[in-house]
């Protein structure tokens, strides 16, 4: 079990480091990099750079907000 462990955790982490890395390179490299240069092509436009994080972190909130109101509502009967 440990060495499944261990590699979800690599693969956790290189996943993490991926995202990390493409998204700071869309946000901070790619505005200064000629609009007409083929790496452009990789990348998704701008505005979505605002929007995927907003929309995630919305539903991330409702999920979160829907599991405390389960468990909130399912420990309330467990006290009756």
């Known amino acids: ?16 480091t991926f ?3 493409y998204y700071t390179f869309w946000v ?10 083929f790496v452009h092509k990789y990348f998704l436009p701008q505005e979505y750079a ?3 994080p907003v929309y995630a972190g ?3 909130i409702c999920f979160l ?3 405390i109101g389960y468990v909130m509502l399912k420990s309330k009967k467990k006290k009756a």
């Open 19 to 21: 995202i990390f890395t």
């Open 28 to 37: 901070i490299i790619l505005p200064f990099v000629d609009s007409d240069h």
């Open 65 to 67: 907000s829907v599991f």
């Open 1 to 16: 079990m440990e060495l499944a462990d261990r590699a979800i955790g690599l693969l956790l982490s290189v996943i993490s």
């Open 50 to 52: 605002i929007l995927i």
């Open 58 to 60: 919305v539903t991330l």
